[in-house]
């Protein structure tokens, strides 16, 4: 039977600062392996540096989540396409998505954008039950239990001071560690998908990258981009060598983008300048895309259809 919860956690304050002239940048990360079923799990953590040049330490994340006073915040719209679902709210609608979680759909990605969060849920697929963190400081302690109770990160965004996790049950990962860093730890990368880890879930939140890295049978080798514009043309280029666009994000004016070589057959991405209501229509009922997912970034909603 599919278990799904729901976690949120206020007032909650961290406070980064720069000390002295120049500042070495802590990477945090915490690493968890499934056991076997007759072992206990273990947990290990680990710790990296990187020395940066000095940049000045990031404002104190606010614990009041607060909506424009202008006008009053719209009902979350909630809609049902066969066996797709999406929803869309000025607040992390956690009400529409435990209703889609009753009648058997899953989180299959969110991100927040020009003052609104969406969501896409499916029924397919081999995500079960699940978990959302919603925090103003990233959950870390609750994402360690999470491990422990054999659930994986599968989608984490960033918006309105708040940061959104989710958490599944699915086999396509056996391990996962997460980093963190205020500046894009290329090293820590490098050397974590030589280690066998690979990149499949990125965010960007109060001058802050995390990087979820897993264990994955389905990845079989990945591509880092960076540039200042969406890279459209790089990612059309890197589907003709068979990698596709797997994992995204925007963060001070960079784009960071993960190509996967992985088992998909077709891979469409559509920009729109507002919600994509009807591009999300089109790659389901006239381009027969299976799985579809959502992000945002430089003032645009992107859409990606895949089969």
Same mark, same amino acid.
């Given at each position: 039977?599919?278990?799904?919860?729901? %976690?949120?956690?206020?007032?909650?304050?961290? +406070?980064?600062?720069?000390?002295?002239?120049?500042?070495?940048?802590?990477?945090?990360?915490?690493?968890?392996?499934?056991?076997?079923?007759?072992?206990?799990?273990?947990?290990?953590?680990?710790?990296?540096?990187?020395?940066?040049?000095?940049?000045?330490?990031?404002?104190?994340?606010?614990?009041? $989540?607060?909506?424009?006073?202008?006008?009053?915040?719209?009902?979350?719209?909630?809609?049902?396409?066969?066996?797709?679902? /999406?929803? /869309? %709210?000025?607040?992390?609608?956690?009400?529409? +998505?435990?209703?889609?979680?009753?009648?058997?759909? %899953?989180?299959?990605?969110?991100?927040?954008?020009?003052?609104?969060?969406?969501?896409?849920?499916?029924?397919?697929?081999?995500?079960?039950?699940?978990?959302?963190?919603?925090?103003?400081?990233?959950?870390?302690?609750?994402?360690? !239990?999470?491990?422990?109770?054999?659930?994986?990160?599968?989608?984490?965004?960033?918006?309105?001071?708040?940061?959104?996790?989710?958490?599944?049950?699915?086999?396509?990962?056996?391990? !996962?560690?997460?980093?963190?860093?205020?500046?894009?730890?290329?090293?820590?990368?490098?050397?974590?998908?030589?280690?066998?880890?690979?990149?499949?879930?990125?965010?960007?939140?109060?001058?802050?990258?995390?990087?979820? $890295?897993?264990?994955?049978?389905?990845?079989?080798?990945?591509?880092?981009?960076?540039?200042?514009?969406?890279?459209?043309?790089?990612?059309?280029?890197?589907?003709?060598?068979?990698? $596709? +666009?797997?994992?995204?994000?925007?963060?001070?004016?960079? /784009?960071?983008?993960?190509?996967?070589?992985?088992?998909?057959?077709?891979?469409?991405?559509?920009?729109?300048?507002?919600?994509?209501?009807?591009?999300?229509?089109?790659?389901?009922?006239?381009?027969?895309?299976?799985?579809?997912?959502?992000?945002?970034?430089?003032?645009?909603?992107?859409?990606?259809?895949?089969?």
């Amino acid at each position: 039977m599919k278990t799904n919860t729901v %976690h949120i956690k206020k007032n909650t304050q961290k +406070l980064f600062t720069a000390i002295g002239v120049s500042m070495v940048l802590l990477v945090a990360s915490c690493v968890y392996t499934i056991p076997n079923i007759e072992e206990q799990p273990v947990m290990t953590m680990a710790t990296a540096t990187t020395t940066e040049e000095p940049m000045p330490s990031p404002s104190e994340i606010s614990t009041v $989540f607060s909506l424009p006073t202008s006008t009053p915040p719209p009902m979350p719209y909630m809609t049902e396409l066969g066996t797709l679902g /999406w929803v /869309w %709210h000025t607040s992390v609608p956690i009400e529409s +998505l435990q209703k889609f979680w009753k009648i058997g759909y %899953h989180i299959n990605s969110m991100a927040f954008g020009n003052g609104l969060w969406g969501a896409i849920l499916n029924k397919e697929g081999d995500l079960e039950s699940q978990k959302i963190l919603v925090d103003t400081d990233l959950p870390e302690k609750d994402i360690d !239990q999470a491990w422990m109770d054999r659930l994986s990160v599968t989608s984490i965004a960033y918006g309105n001071n708040q940061w959104v996790v989710v958490l599944s049950k699915t086999s396509q990962f056996s391990a !996962q560690k997460i980093v963190t860093a205020l500046k894009l730890p290329r090293d820590e990368i490098d050397n974590m998908l030589k280690s066998g880890y690979w990149v499949t879930s990125l965010a960007y939140g109060n001058s802050l990258w995390v990087i979820v $890295f897993s264990k994955s049978g389905n990845i079989i080798a990945q591509e880092t981009i960076l540039s200042s514009t969406f890279p459209l043309d790089a990612v059309q280029q890197g589907k003709k060598r068979g990698v $596709f +666009l797997t994992s995204q994000v925007y963060g001070n004016d960079t /784009w960071f983008i993960i190509l996967s070589k992985i088992g998909l057959k077709e891979q469409e991405i559509a920009e729109w300048p507002y919600l994509p209501k009807g591009q999300i229509i089109d790659f389901w009922e006239n381009k027969d895309y299976h799985n579809i997912k959502i992000f945002y970034g430089e003032d645009m909603w992107f859409v990606i259809g895949e089969k």
